[in-house]
């Protein structure tokens, strides 16, 4: 196997998304997506989501709590959008307008800095992006509270307790990057982040190598997990014995 391809299996936890691959397009909906809204639902959810390579949270705007995140992120800079994605990963291969072998071998073998990008979404979720797969997680209120308290304290701020943007994300307008707390290592991806994300969530994720080693490994897990609390759940009389 050569260095470059070992390189890129490692960085499965933070392989950005394509950039070709606007989230206003429409696609092809994703069929995990789509298998699971046909089954009975708590009140509310969030959704785990894959680009090949990288994985990711996707929560309802409105469930982010007053003061959880940044100031601005929720209120101003997304404030038309229905949906936030938020995914972590390794600061400089995911900002680089051209990672290489060399921009990859430092995010997996030397621990940096960290990201978050933040985008904007529109429903319906499951053609937002070309997904190669997105789970739909549900959840109670609080424990989708949870996931957003958790996705906020993410963020890093500076010195002066403030967070400043890092710049446009990969989709113009409609993301940014913002700085992460965490940092970034073959041992801490992304994937360990999105299992991190899950386990808020109130499901029991496996954030460690063995339920981590790849996003198919994450989704896995989540829609394990998703089709064992939606096989539980009784609509008329909340959870089935």
Known sequence: MSLAILLSALLAGCASHDAGSHPMLPRTAAKTAANNDKKPAFQTAFYVGSHGWHTSIIVPRSAVPKGAWPAGVVDRTFADRRFIEAGWGDRTFYMA??????????????????????????PPIESAFAWTGLVR?????????????????????????????????????????????????????????????????????????????????????????????????????????
């Open 137 to 241: 997680m549900p959840c109670s209120p609080a424990e989708l509270r949870n996931v957003c308290d958790a996705i906020g304290a993410t963020f890093a701020s500076d010195s002066h307790h403030k967070i400043q943007e890092l710049g446009p994300g990969l989709y113009g307008r409609v993301s940014r990057f913002y700085p992460a707390d965490g940092r970034y290592y073959f041992a801490n991806t992304c994937n360990n982040w999105t299992a991190r994300m899950m386990r808020a969530g109130g499901f029991a994720a496996d954030a460690g190598p063995a339920g981590t080693w790849s996003a198919g490994a994450v989704m896995a897990q989540a829609r394990r997990l998703a089709r064992a609390r939606t096989a539980t759940f009784n609509p008329r009389g909340g959870t089935a014995p």
């Open 97 to 122: 307008a051209r990672p290489n072998v060399a921009t990859a071998f430092d995010a997996v073998f030397l621990p940096g800095a960290s990201v978050l990008h933040i985008v904007g979404l529109d």
